[in-house]
């Protein structure tokens, strides 16, 4: 299968900074990527859904201008949480689309990001 | 209504024997996907089969089968030799719609299966 990777894996930061998460398709080139939430014990809530060089589509009750995403090219997308509060700690789960054509496209997901926010 | 629903408490089942994980489904729509997904505790979602729902044959995938039920909208994972590292969480999920660049997937709350030695 193809390959996702997240930077960071955990990140602890402090009340009020802003956070960048880096979401990268190493052996492919993505149609789309998706950002989402997940809660302890909980299912994956899908917050946005990115297209390369177009702004991101955001889900019902999700604040844009609190989580920032970027898809800069085919193969990197990044999720900024700015001035994070402690509500915002959650694993956070980015996924990339691979394309072809009579697929049921697959859909390829990341290891995950720990956020704590103190 | 739940698009997806997995209702299962946390499931347990005897190593090397098989497991049935519940999945119900909710769609209007005639074309659609169903998924299986497995986290274990590292947190990465893995995936393990899918089904069409213009699929005539239920889908396999090594130990993996999906027992697809259209009428009843169910699509059961049956976990066939259980070993001790399938204890996980399992996600059931769907596409409605036929598959798009930009089709998203809903996802169930999940049922943890541990297996025990």
């Known amino acids: 299968g193809a390959v996702v990777s997240q930077h960071p894996s955990w990140v602890i930061c402090k009340s009020g900074t802003s956070v960048k998460i880096e979401c990268r398709s190493l052996d492919f080139q993505a149609t789309t990527m998706f950002w989402y939430r997940q809660f302890p014990k909980q299912s994956l809530m899908l917050m946005a859904t990115?297209?390369?060089?177009?702004?991101?589509?955001?889900e019902q009750g999700v604040e844009k201008d609190k989580f920032l995403i970027n898809h800069a090219s085919l193969t990197l997308s990044t999720l900024t949480v700015t001035s994070a509060h402690p509500e915002d700690s959650s694993f956070y789960i980015c996924s990339a689309r691979r394309w072809t054509s009579g697929s049921y496209n697959e859909q390829f997901f990341g290891p995950g990001t720990r956020l704590t926010v103190l | 209504a739940q698009k997806i629903t997995q209702t299962q408490p946390g499931m347990f089942v005897q190593e090397k024997e098989a497991v049935t994980l519940d999945c119900t489904y909710d769609?209007?729509?005639?074309?659609?996907?169903l998924f299986w997904y497995k986290q274990p505790s590292s947190g990465e979602m893995i995936f393990l089969i899918y089904q069409g729902s213009y699929d005539q044959q239920n889908a396999t995938e090594g130990r993996y089968s999906l027992n697809f039920q259209k009428a009843r909208k169910s699509a059961n994972l049956v976990i066939s030799a259980s070993q001790l590292g399938d204890s996980a969480m399992y996600f059931c999920?769907?596409?409605?719609?036929?598959?798009?660049?930009?089709?998203?997937?809903?996802f169930g709350k999940g049922i943890t299966l541990s297996v025990r030695p």
């Open positions: 990115s297209n390369e060089g177009s702004k991101a589509t955001y």
């Open positions: 999920a769907m596409r409605e719609g036929p598959a798009g660049a930009n089709s998203k997937l809903t």
């Open positions: 769609t209007s729509d005639p074309s659609y996907g």
